[in-house]
Antibody, heavy 119, light 106 residues
């Protein structure tokens, strides 16, 4: 079955960097775009953008340019989210989500990776 | 920028029908989908393309979208349906989520 497995929780200090991984299985990785979604503690879902898994071209939503980088390693069917110069407000759960064939909805989602930024 | 508005909370008695709305400008001209998120879990798709149920989603979940409002309806609501629900649509190549609705079954 289609599955997205993300890396474990991270505790980082302000100013550090973090790289979250999302390993896909059960489908042809480079046939479907991968999206990233942030959920701050107690808050709603916020779309961060997506990466074309065929070309590697990323698209970032407003508010997620500069410190956020999407990348791929197609040899291991894995997408990555890297966040640099971490701030306390980056504390959140980060989800990867596969776009459906029609490109309009996200299914499935990874289990989420909690990134905590604290001194 | 485009916005989707949901009521923060909806309450329903077990066995009754729950309706959760999602409002946005000319939303009916776009496809809407819905996700269910239970505490400590990742979101799960329950409705896509306005009214289609993915495999494995119970028939009591249905959706509609017309004018400025998309609606998620849960018929015969069960205690297990208590969760946060988010609508989502696309506008100008940007995925937009509603603020979420907490469904309480009491």
């Amino acid at each position: 079955q289609v599955q997205l497995v993300q890396s474990g929780s991270e505790l980082k200090k302000p100013g550090a960097s973090v790289k979250v991984s999302c390993k896909a299985s059960g489908y042809t990785f480079n046939s479907y775009a991968m999206n990233w979604v942030r959920q701050a503690p107690g808050q709603g879902l916020e779309w961060m953008g997506w990466i074309n898994t065929n070309t590697g071209n990323p698209t970032y939503a407003q508010g997620f340019t500069g410190r956020f980088v999407f990348s791929l390693d197609t040899s291991v069917s894995t997408a990555y989210l890297q966040i640099s110069s971490l701030k306390a407000e980056d504390t959140a759960i980060y989800y990867c989500a596969k776009v459906a064939a029609a490109g309009e909805w996200f299914d499935p989602w990874g289990q989420g990776t909690l990134v905590t930024v604290s001194s | 920028s485009y916005e989707l508005t949901q009521p923060p909370s909806v309450s329903v008695s077990p066995g009754q029908t729950a309706s959760i709305t999602c409002s946005g400008d000319k939303l009916g001209e776009k496809y809407a989908c819905w996700y269910q998120q239970k505490p400590g879990q990742s979101p799960v798709l329950v409705i896509h393309q306005d009214s289609k149920r993915p495999s494995g989603i119970p028939e009591r979940f249905s959706g509609s979208n017309s004018g400025n409002t998309a609606t998620l309806t849960i018929s015969g609501t069960q205690a297990m349906d208590e969760a946060d629900y988010y609508c989502q649509a696309w506008d100008s190549s940007t995925a937009i989520f509603g603020g979420g609705t907490k469904l309480t079954v009491l």
